[in-house]
């Protein structure tokens, strides 16, 4: 119940759906404990009254009903107990006695309602001191009044469920802690007014002792403040049109017809009108008053409500221009794409003809003219095959790279451990006798489009193949790994490795960290993966050292943090 809760609650009412709350909505909680503190308060001195004799403390006016020592008590200990769970959270010990004396109080006030059922006399009534006190209340002496005694029951269900979460439960004691507020509300309205103790009901609901229908009024209000965060006061505390209506036209209900009927029965006490006046006067200034009130808000709320069609207006056109701007965007994206396929299409057969057709002639002057060419003629021409080759292959590899950025993606789950032995399995076929340990996972699983994921394995496991030539024992892994929190896949091996001096170039397209003498290749393949990694959603890192290998981690989308 402390006063630092959520900023948002659950309705109370049927809708689910969380209710923002003023800034100040917490706070509730700490004046609930203070409405609560101030009550036992006015028990304690209401004892005090009682031990030393005091008659103010008792009645507050001569001739007024008397705080009842027993009433007394029970307010010391329904009110202590409410503060108890309305502050900070405590031990749970002190919240299950703090319940104990709210319950304790309660049946007071239940053996003192079984009294009156009964005409029996328990000796409750004067239990703690003996009352000489005269009052024109026809009750036994000491003995509270029967509204005094119902209240303490309510309060004390009240305060038994106040931090209940449950609706049902919830409004069975926010209904308990209105019903005494209620009864007191109404003994005090009897003494504004000057109701003079005529009959039983008027005896029954107007001549609560002064300071007993305060101090009820504190705790009910306290109850009701201390669920500000689950019960009917998040309506009111609540950041919305509702609390904004609630929070102007529940002070104007409960202070104009106060306001007014102690204003016309001032009148009437003059004997400026009579009774019947005194009514009229009173219903009428009530309906124009709230009537004003009604009005006001009603403006208030069609300005909120005539801003917010203004902000929705204004959200369309920005929804609306943004709309035509990403289509715009869209539009020239689909041009720069067909264009970029224009060009891929044009590498792969306007330019491969010409080269194909160098390397073509240069063969056949090899063979046809060879001895006429000398060595270095025939140096030449090995030269220029070996460009038109190369040129070849960078094309393919340009227009690869081209469709990797444009082919739909099939997600699905993929055994990346069966795909990295089958691709092992494939290396080693093409050069059996060189004798490489792969050291692949079992187990390794992912999502996402297998074709593009045996593109992404070949060139990883590919290029550690390479690059273990020259090393005396090769080995190759594919395991699994961590990378910032998500499950990541690791290609390692033991060969010639990377300055780290240069990794930031290391996806680079075209870009060799190795001259073709030492190791062949085009310089695609690194940027292929990366391509592919970024499109599942992931990321990949690079890491190595010259002479002792490398290490490469990538991320697929998904792929959590697991138990390695």
Not at 144 to 173: H, K, Q, S
Not at 231 to 240: I, K, R, S, T
Request: hydrophobic residues 50%; neutral net charge.
């Amino acid at each position: 119940m402390g006063s630092g809760e959520d900023d948002a609650v659950t309705n109370p009412t049927s809708n689910p759906e969380p209710i923002p709350l003023v800034p100040w909505a917490p706070r509730a909680a700490a004046l609930a404990a203070w409405f609560a503190s101030a009550a036992s308060l006015l028990g304690l001195l209401g004892i005090a009254g009682w031990i030393f004799d005091i008659d103010s403390l008792k009645g507050v006016l001569p001739g007024l009903a008397t705080m009842k020592a027993n009433t007394a008590l029970a307010i010391l200990l329904e009110g202590a107990a409410l503060a108890v769970l309305a502050a900070s959270p405590r031990a749970m010990w002190t919240r299950t006695a703090a319940r104990a004396a709210a319950a304790a109080g309660g049946a007071v006030g239940a053996l003192t309602l079984l009294e009156f059922a009964t005409g029996a006399n328990l000796g409750i009534d004067e239990l703690l001191v003996r009352d000489v006190a005269r009052n024109a209340l026809p009750y036994y002496a000491g003995r509270m009044a029967p509204t005094t005694a119902l209240n303490f029951v309510l309060l004390a269900v009240a305060i038994g469920l106040v931090e209940a979460r449950r609706p049902r439960i919830g409004r069975a004691c926010e209904g308990s802690a209105i019903a005494a507020l209620v009864i007191a509300f109404m003994s005090l309205a009897g003494y504004l007014y000057g109701v003079s103790p005529e009959g039983p009901v008027a005896v029954h609901t107007t001549q609560m002792a002064v300071h007993t229908s305060t101090a009820f009024v504190l705790i009910s209000a306290a109850v009701l403040l201390a669920r500000t965060q689950h019960g009917l006061l998040a309506l009111v505390h609540a950041d919305d049109v509702g609390g904004f209506a609630a929070r102007r036209l529940l002070p104007v209900a409960i202070g104009v017809p106060l306001a007014a009927g102690a204003f016309f029965l001032a009148g009437r006490n003059a004997a400026w009108y009579g009774a019947e006046f005194t009514v009229a006067a009173l219903v009428v200034a009530t309906v124009v008053v709230l009537s004003a009130v009604i009005l006001m808000s009603s403006a208030l709320l069609g300005k909120l409500d005539a801003e917010r069609r203004l902000a929705d207006a204004a959200t369309r056109r920005l929804n609306a221009e943004l709309e035509r701007r990403v289509s715009e965007r869209t539009a020239e994206l689909a041009a720069a794409n067909r264009e970029l396929e224009a060009f891929a299409s044009s590498i792969s057969h306007d330019l491969s003809g010409p080269v194909q057709t160098v390397d073509g002639f240069a063969a056949a002057l090899q063979q046809e003219c060879g001895p006429a060419l000398g060595d270095a003629g025939l140096d030449h021409v090995r030269r220029i095959r070996a460009a038109a080759q190369h040129m070849g292959l960078l094309m393919e590899a340009l227009l690869e790279l081209s469709r990797l950025t444009r082919a739909e993606m099939k997600r699905e789950t993929v055994d990346l451990s069966a795909l990295a032995g089958s691709i092992a399995a494939e290396l080693a076929g093409r050069e059996p006798g060189r004798a490489v340990e792969f050291r692949i996972a079992p187990g390794l699983f992912a999502r996402g489009d297998p074709r593009l994921l045996r593109i992404l394995l070949e060139n990883l496991l590919g290029n550690a193949w390479k690059f273990t030539s020259r090393a005396p024992h090769p080995v190759v892994e594919f395991a699994s790994g961590e990378d910032d929190g998500r499950r990541a896949f690791v290609v390692r091996d033991n060969g010639a490795g990377f300055d780290m001096s240069q990794v930031d170039r290391l996806f680079s397209p075209f870009h060799r960290l190795h001259t073709p003498a030492e190791f062949p290749g085009h310089g695609v393949g690194l940027a292929t993966v990366q391509r592919i990694v970024q499109r599942h959603g992931g990321r990949i890192r690079g890491k190595g050292e010259r002479g002792k290998g490398a290490e490469f981690r990538f991320t697929l989308e998904g792929e959590e943090k697991k138990e390695l």
